[in-house]
C-alpha cells in the first residue's frame, strides 16, 4: 500500500518568513495529492490540492510542488502570519475510479511567531 | 451549506460504558467516513460508506466498534463496551461523487474514556 512521510514534524517561523513542508510518496500510481490544515479544536480542512498532470499550483500565498519522478511533493506558504499557525497534513490518492483509499502524511506543526 | 455536522462535540464517559456518536453529512455527498485521530497513530480511517452502504471497514480496530448509515443524512459509530485507549477525536467527513477524493470534514468528537 501506500505510504507518505512529511517533515519536518515541528516547524517556527517569523512572522512574514516562508514555510516549505515536503512529503514523499511510495505509489506510483497516486497522483492526486491534497494539503489539508487542521487548526486547533477543528477538523481538517481543504486548502489547496494538485495532480499528476501539474508540476505547480498557486492560490494566494500558498503553493504546491510536484515532482513525480522522485515522488515528492511540497507546500510552500509565502508571507506567514500568525493565522498560519496550524497542523498540516499532505496526503497522497491514487485517482483509478471508485473510491481510493486516502493515505494521509503524519502532520506537521507549524508555528508563526509574532 | 452548514457542513458536516458531528454531535456531541465532547464526550466524557467511564470505561464499559457505551458510546455513540452522530454526524449528519453534507447533502448531497455520496461518501461518508469515520476516522480516528490520536497523537501516537494519527489519523486512521475507521470504515466508510458509499450511498449508505458499508464498502469497507478494514480499520475498525475491533468488534466493539460499529457503524450504521440507515439514511443519507446520518450516520453513527457506536463503542461498546468503550475502553480507555478508545480516547481520541473521531471524525467524520463526506465527499460527492464528482470530487470523491476531496474530503470534508466535520469538526470531531473528542472522546475521553476513563
Known amino acids: 500500500g501506500e505510504n507518505v512521510e512529511q517533515h519536518p514534524s515541528t516547524l517556527s517561523v517569523q512572522e512574514g518568513d516562508s514555510a516549505v513542508i515536503k512529503c514523499t510518496y511510495s505509489?506510483?500510481?497516486?497522483?492526486?495529492f491534497p494539503w489539508y490544515k487542521q487548526e486547533l479544536g477543528k477538523g481538517p480542512q481543504l486548502i489547496i490540492d494538485?495532480?499528476?498532470?501539474?508540476g505547480e499550483k498557486k492560490d494566494q500565498r500558498i503553493a504546491v510542488t510536484l515532482n513525480k519522478t522522485a515522488k515528492h511533493f511540497s507546500l510552500h506558504i509565502t508571507e506567514t502570519q500568525p493565522e498560519d499557525s496550524a497542523v498540516y497534513f499532505c496526503?497522497?490518492?491514487?485517482?483509478?475510479?471508485?473510491?481510493?483509499?486516502?493515505?494521509f502524511g503524519t502532520g506537521t506543526k507549524l508555528q508563526v511567531i509574532p | 451549506d452548514a457542513g458536516v455536522i458531528q454531535s456531541p462535540r465532547h464526550e466524557v464517559t467511564e470505561m464499559g460504558q457505551e458510546v455513540t456518536l452522530r454526524c449528519k453529512p453534507i447533502?448531497?455527498?455520496?461518501?461518508l467516513f469515520w476516522y480516528r485521530q490520536t497523537m501516537m497513530r494519527g489519523l486512521e480511517l475507521l470504515i466508510y460508506?458509499?450511498?449508505?452502504?458499508?464498502?469497507?471497514d478494514s480499520g475498525m480496530p475491533e468488534d466493539r466498534f460499529s457503524a450504521k448509515m440507515p439514511n443519507a443524512s446520518f450516520s453513527t459509530l457506536k463503542i461498546q463496551p468503550s475502553e480507555p485507549r478508545d480516547s481520541a477525536v473521531y471524525f467524520c467527513?463526506?465527499?460527492?461523487?464528482?470530487?470523491?477524493?476531496?474530503?470534508?470534514f466535520g469538526p470531531g468528537t473528542r472522546l475521553l474514556v476513563l
Open positions: 467527513a463526506s465527499s460527492p461523487w464528482t470530487r470523491r477524493e476531496t474530503q470534508y
Open positions: 505509489d506510483s500510481a497516486s497522483n492526486y
Open positions: 494538485i495532480r499528476s498532470n501539474v
Open positions: 496526503a497522497a490518492i491514487p485517482d483509478s475510479g471508485g473510491y481510493q483509499k486516502v493515505t
Open positions: 447533502s448531497g455527498h455520496d461518501y
Open positions: 460508506f458509499n450511498n449508505n452502504v458499508p464498502i469497507d
